[in-house]
T-cell receptor, first 113, second 110 residues
Framework: DAGVIQSPRHEVTEMGQEVTLRCKPI?????LFWYRQTMMRGLELLIY????????DSGMPEDRFSAKMPNASFSTLKIQPSEPRDSAVYFC???????????FGPGTRLTVL | DAKTTQPPSMDCAEGRAANLPCNHS???????VYWYRQIHSQGPQYIIH???NNETNEMASLIITEDRKSSTLILPHATLRDTAVYYC???????????FGTGTRLTVIP
C-alpha cells in the first residue's frame, strides 16, 4: 500500500504565480481532505470531498483557493494568485468510509516569496 | 466537536512507558477519542481511537475513564523514534474535521 501520495513535496514560487498541489488518495478510499499547517494556526481543514463531491469548503480561506477532484484517484488544490501568507505545509488525507480514520500524506511545503 | 486539553510538553526515558493525558470534559456520548502523532514535519500519523472501552493495538493503548471526560495514551516502551507531537482529538465517528489543537510534544530521552 503506497499510502496517500502528494506532489510536489516542496514548491517555491513568487507572489502572484499560480500554484497547483496534487494528491492521490489511497486506492478505494471514498473521502479526501485538504489541510493547511502553519506555526501560527496549526493544522486547519480547508475542504473535504465524499465520492469526488465537495462537501464542506468552509475552511477555504478565500476565492484565490480552489480544489477539484475529477476522479476517485486524483485531486488538486490550486492557489491563484499566490501570496506570501499562503506559505505553509499542505496535507492531503483520505478515508475509506465515514466510520474510518483519516490517513495523511507527507505534505507539500509551499514557500511564496 | 468537543475541545481537548493536553500538556504542552513531556519527557520520557527511553524504554519506559510514556503516559500522555488528555482532558475532554465536554465530550458527547457519540464522540470518539482519536490520537494522532506528527513526527517533525511529516504528515500526522493515526495511532488509535476509542469510544468508551479501553483499546490496544500494536502501537499503543488507550485508557478512557468511565465518565469519558479524560483519557491516557500509553506507549509501553518508548523509543527515540517516538519523539513527536501527540494530538488528542474528540469528535464524531469518522470525524470529518479533526481539530488538532496544539498537542503534547513528547521528547524521549536516551
Amino acid at each position: 500500500d503506497a499510502g496517500v501520495i502528494q506532489s510536489p513535496r516542496h514548491e517555491v514560487t513568487e507572489m502572484g504565480q499560480e500554484v497547483t498541489l496534487r494528491c492521490k488518495p489511497i486506492s478505494g478510499h471514498n473521502s479526501l481532505f485538504w489541510y493547511r499547517q502553519t506555526m501560527m494556526r496549526g493544522l486547519e481543514l480547508l475542504i473535504y470531498f465524499n465520492n469526488n463531491v465537495p462537501i464542506d469548503d468552509s475552511g477555504m480561506p478565500e476565492d484565490r483557493f480552489s480544489a477539484k477532484m475529477p476522479n476517485a484517484s486524483f485531486s488538486t488544490l490550486k492557489i491563484q494568485p499566490s501570496e506570501p501568507r499562503d506559505s505553509a505545509v499542505y496535507f492531503c488525507a483520505s478515508r475509506l468510509t465515514v466510520a474510518d480514520t483519516q490517513y495523511f500524506g507527507p505534505g507539500t511545503r509551499l514557500t511564496v516569496l | 466537536d468537543a475541545k481537548t486539553t493536553q500538556p504542552p510538553s513531556m519527557d520520557c526515558a527511553e524504554g519506559r512507558a510514556a503516559n500522555l493525558p488528555c482532558n475532554h470534559s465536554t465530550i458527547s456520548g457519540n464522540e470518539y477519542v482519536y490520537w494522532y502523532r506528527q513526527i517533525h514535519s511529516q504528515g500526522p500519523q493515526y495511532i488509535i481511537h476509542g469510544l468508551k472501552n479501553n483499546e490496544t493495538n500494536e502501537m499503543a493503548s488507550l485508557i478512557i475513564t468511565e465518565d469519558r471526560k479524560s483519557s491516557t495514551l500509553i506507549l509501553p516502551h518508548a523509543t527515540l523514534r517516538d519523539t513527536a507531537v501527540y494530538y488528542c482529538i474528540a469528535g464524531g465517528g469518522g470525524a470529518n474535521n479533526l481539530f488538532f489543537g496544539t498537542g503534547t510534544r513528547l521528547t524521549v530521552i536516551p
